[in-house]
């Protein structure tokens, strides 16, 4: 299989950036390297991570002095050396064959640019509804108004380059706007795989009102276009105290 650039963005994730790192290091396809991104974490994020050198050989720790989840996902891309890109948050978790089968139906498929669906293993009924219905709605949107989970997003460094990356002026969505850009002049899919997240974005701002938020501005995306002007204020970093 060809090598996989993944790109991690870190912000104070000392706690679970090893699960992560585990994860990868179990992977049955290990032709990739790890470049993780940090927006200068007050906390051992960095040392943790260096823990995994001996398990992650091709693992590289970049520590910017401005914070930005764009801006992150972008210096990664930059210091990627191989053309496949995947760009993952670091409350992800993965399963060991993930790699695998992402890269077997991406070739299969012909993407440059796809995207993941959020799993709901262990976690309570509610969530998995919700979960489902939100997945529902970026299995039908990828037709005519592709969206995406930006924790989990495969890319390609020339359709990276070629729409101009991560739009760092968009606080809340730019992961929507990213493959919606992409899908201008590629064939943009959902690839039908899963990956599993923290549920703490949602425990810390509460399930109805998290996923009203991305309703209200995915329809405001869809009427009136990007917003750059912090129509609706969203802070990097925020769930990083739970």
Known sequence: MKPLSIVIITLNEEKRIARLLSDLSCQTNQNFEVIVVDSNSADRTCEVAEKYRPALPELTIHTMETRGVSLGRNTGAKLAK???????????????NFLENAMTKLEQEKLEVAGIYMGSRKLAPAYKAGYGLFNAGLFTTQFFFPTAVGACIFSTKRAHDEIGGFDESIVLCEDCNYVKKAAKTWRFRFLPLSFQFDPRRLEQDG????????????????????????????????????
């Open 82 to 96: 191989y053309e496949r890109l995947l760009f993952l948050d670091a409350d992800v978790r993965l399963d060991k």
């Open 207 to 242: 399930f109805f009102k998290m996923g009203f938020t991305y309703l209200k501005a995915n329809v405001r995306r869809f009427f009136f276009g990007e917003m750059r002007n912090n129509e609706m204020e969203y802070k990097f970093g925020h769930y990083q105290q739970q």
